[in-house]
């Protein structure tokens, strides 16, 4: 296994860091707060785990959104758990470092609408004066 030790702090290469935070204030959870979890392209508060190796996305049927690093380490990458009796909300999981953003769980057929790229356009300006023409008597 192969370590690397910076100011004292030991990172294997068993470790994954995920995106940590709910945008619900009244989250009973020990998630980082921040109004700004649910934005499909969010690079806020972090946490890693020498221990664990997916990361989470939540989405709430009352629209708020989590992220954390899995609690279990059975999850497969691209794993979907949907809403049922016990719970309220579509969670997605993922593999690799920072992987639990720029995602509404698309591959699970979540309904949050997805932000697209859009190609920038050029606007055409019509001019307000007319021109007359000028016929000779």
């Known amino acids: ?4 030790v910076v100011a004292g702090l030991q990172v294997t290469d068993a470790s994954i ?12 959870y020990d998630h980082y707060y921040d109004i700004h979890c649910g934005a499909y392209d969010y ?3 972090t946490v890693t785990s020498d221990d664990k190796n997916s990361c989470y996305l939540m ?18 990458d691209g794993e979907c ?3 049922n009796v016990v719970s309220d909300h579509t969670s997605c999981y993922c593999w690799g470092s920072y992987c639990n953003t720029h995602s509404y769980c698309e591959q699970c057929a979540y309904p949050k609408p997805t932000p697209t790229t ?4 050029t606007l055409l300006s019509t ?11």
């Open 43 to 45: 690079h806020g508060h």
């Open 127 to 137: 001019s307000n004066h007319t021109t007359a023409s000028v016929v000779p008597v």
């Open 59 to 76: 989405i709430y049927d009352s629209g708020y959104t989590s992220r954390d690093v899995a609690i279990s380490t059975s999850n497969e």
């Open 17 to 28: 860091t995920c995106y940590e935070c709910s945008d619900d204030s009244r989250n009973p």
């Open 81 to 83: 758990v949907y809403p």
């Open 118 to 121: 859009t190609e920038p356009t």
């Open 1 to 4: 296994m192969v370590a690397l």
